[in-house]
């Protein structure tokens, strides 16, 4: 199959490189000339474990190329998927469309011939309905079939969860479409990935039915860690106890610091604002959408109450800044506004990332001394707090440490560490849900 992806971030690049991987000729194609002229010259924009090889390999095997041009690969292809950002709309919280719209008609001037248009970016309910109005206006005779295929991939383990879905969604009545789709998933369809064909519409709300409950569990456990903490209960153990039982499973039962990143926030808060405009609210991730963001400056408060109340000409050192580990991912990361909120309450802040920190300057810029290691990080410091459970920071040398801070204090918000080592180690700790060891 000839595939041309539009939209070359995280999951254009990475759904592009995989098609191809399975034998596909792929082009991906991007409005972002500086991004294209990175892959042509053999550099992946992305840190993503893997794709740098993946991309290399179908690269010299010319089923991978890439383009700012999109009209050419479109006329080629039998299928076009449309992975442009979908991010909050300034000012209503609604996704902001415009460049799955813009991407629409575009495709629209260029096609030729039978062409399965698939949307794989996280739209709303109804927006395959709009896409195909667009087209069929900019090209009455264009003969297409467009298709939600939302992408359920995680950043961090992007290829893996590509090539091992656990399922693959995709929304069409169309006989020729789903051939195409059955055809280009192929390799995965051999592997027993399930391939759940549905409406259109339903497709799209799978996707984000999927975040919102996903996001739910996390805010859910976090709530049960705080009243772990007023009683003493061990929020882990109560994770685990309930996540053996098969009916509710055991992941996205770890209690954090809230959720963030690219998908979690801007999706749960479409949603809600679809259902609010269908008379259908959904009180629940309502719910779950405040209860996390007063969750971000609640945990610098938390910061704050190690070290006695206040953080005022404290250092604090940060560990981790992308949203979760294995990622250079900055958007919506919960260090943001902690960091933001520290600021606010007069501390200093030194911080430490692993693969974030070039992204983390344009958003942090001016607010922290950025370092370059995590012994670094806590030279000189009142407060370490783990944002990120990145590998590196589950085994670090803790007499080291001890001996570079100001005060051995550490607020461990991804429970990296056990209250008893720590506290063996001499360090005042404390983490999320669990009760300090009392010797
Ligand atoms: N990042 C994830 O983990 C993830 C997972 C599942 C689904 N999604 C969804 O996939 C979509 C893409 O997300 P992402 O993280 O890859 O975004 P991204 O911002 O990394 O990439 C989007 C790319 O599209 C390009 N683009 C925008 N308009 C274009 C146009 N008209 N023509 C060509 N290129 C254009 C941009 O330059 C950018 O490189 C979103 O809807 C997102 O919600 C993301």
Request: glycine share 10%.
């Amino acid at each position: 199959m000839r595939v041309a992806m539009i939209g070359t971030g995280y999951v254009g690049l990475v759904s592009g490189a995989c098609f191809a991987d399975f034998g596909h000729t792929v082009t991906c194609v991007d409005k972002d000339a500086g991004k294209i002229a990175a892959l042509r010259a053999g550099e992946v924009p992305i840190y993503e474990p893997g794709l740098d090889r993946l991309v290399e390999t179908n690269v010299r095997e010319k089923r991978l190329d890439f383009t700012t041009e999109l009209a050419g690969p479109v006329a080629e292809a039998d299928a076009v998927f449309i992975a442009v950002g979908t991010p909050s709309r300034r000012g209503d919280g609604h996704a902001d469309l415009s460049y799955v719209y813009a991407s629409a008609r575009e495709i629209a001037a260029a096609v030729s011939g039978f062409t399965v248009v698939v949307t794989k970016s996280t739209v709303p309910v109804g927006t395959g309905d709009e896409v195909e109005r667009i087209i069929r206006e900019t090209r009455l005779e264009a003969d297409v079939a467009v298709v939600s295929n939302p992408e359920f991939l995680r950043e961090g383990a992007a290829i893996r969860d590509f090539k091992h879905p656990d399922r693959i969604v995709i929304g069409t009545v169309d006989e020729r479409a789903k051939q195409v789709m059955t055809e280009i998933y192929r390799p995965l369809y051999l592997n027993q990935a399930p391939l759940l064909f549905t409406a259109r519409g339903t497709a799209e709300l799978i996707k984000y039915a999927a975040n919102a409950f996903l996001a739910t569990k996390i805010t859910f456990i976090n709530e049960l860690a705080d009243l772990c903490e007023k009683v003493g209960g061990d929020v882990q153990e109560v994770a685990r106890g309930i996540g053996l039982d098969n009916r509710i499973g055991g992941k996205f039962l770890h209690a954090g610091p809230g959720y963030g990143g690219s998908c979690f926030p801007k999706d749960t808060l479409a949603l809600i604002k679809t259902a609010q405009d269908h008379e259908a609210p959904l009180r629940i991730v309502e719910t779950v959408v405040a209860v996390n963001d007063q969750r971000k400056r609640a945990m610098a408060r938390k910061v704050a109450g190690a070290l006695g109340g206040s953080v005022r000409d404290k250092t604090i050192a940060v560990l981790g800044l992308t949203f979760k580990p294995n990622t250079d991912d900055m958007r919506d990361a919960p260090s943001i506004p902690l960091i933001t909120a520290f600021d606010d309450m007069g501390a200093k802040v030194r911080a430490y990332d692993p693969a974030g920190m070039e992204q983390a300057k344009r958003d942090l810029d001016g607010l922290v001394t950025f370092c370059g290691n995590a012994y670094e990080c806590a030279e000189g410091a009142d407060a370490l707090v783990i944002v990120t459970e990145w590998e590196q920071f589950r085994a670090l040398d803790l007499d080291r440490l001890k001996a570079a801070m100001r005060q051995p204090v550490v607020v461990d918000l991804r429970n990296v560490y056990r209250p008893d080592e720590m506290a063996r180690a001499g360090f005042v700790y404390s983490s999320i849900g669990r009760a300090p060891f009392r010797g």
